[in-house]
């Protein structure tokens, strides 16, 4: 099978997360791969929402389960996977993130990173500004590729594409 690419960064908000998703959907059409929302197969997989399972029981067991679906999506490589924005808080996750092929951060301005969205970890301004302090640094550890994500949805995409081949083929 050919590789595939992941995708990760801030989810703060909810049109933040629409736009990773849509970024990521876009270009699995364009490369003819298949893609996968992380987010939507773990509300599947646990049948409740994501503010369900925080308030239930707690980050720490979403966290878990999290790691649960990223290993279980990247048993079968090729395809574009997009992930919330925890997902590389836990190290173990950095290894089943480049299962799957390379990792592109969608990187957006803390400026331009909304709160709420149902999001529950990104309740308040300094919620949002905290997480994006605290992550940044793993992002770019993680990432083979950094993509910015303040542009055109178009160029996103196109840019997305390059740095994919870019850092198979350096």
């Given at each position: 099978?050919p ?17 990773q ?10 490369m ?21 399972i ?13 790691t ?8 079968l ?17 950095d ?23 149902g999001r ?45 081949y870019?850092?198979l083929?350096p």
């Amino acid at each position: 099978r050919p590789p595939g690419c992941t995708l990760c960064g801030s989810s703060a908000g909810s049109d933040v997360y629409k736009r990773q998703s849509k970024l990521g959907e876009a270009v699995a059409r364009q490369m003819k791969r298949d893609f996968v929302d992380l987010d939507e197969a773990l509300v599947q997989k646990a049948v409740r929402s994501i503010p369900d399972i925080f308030a239930q029981d707690g980050e720490e067991a979403f966290r878990r389960l999290e790691t649960e679906v990223l290993t279980g999506q990247t048993a079968l490589p090729g395809r574009v996977l997009s992930t919330g924005g925890g997902v590389v808080t836990r190290p173990e996750n950095d290894y089943w993130l480049h299962q799957n092929g390379p990792v592109l951060f969608i990187d957006r301005p803390l400026e331009q990173l909304d709160v709420g969205g149902g999001r529950p970890l990104s309740h308040s301004a300094e919620a949002v500004e905290g997480l994006y302090r605290q992550r940044l640094p793993l992002y770019k550890q993680a990432a083979d590729a950094t993509i910015d994500n303040r542009a055109d949805f178009m160029q996103a995409v196109r840019r997305m594409q390059e740095a994919f081949y870019e850092v198979l083929d350096p």
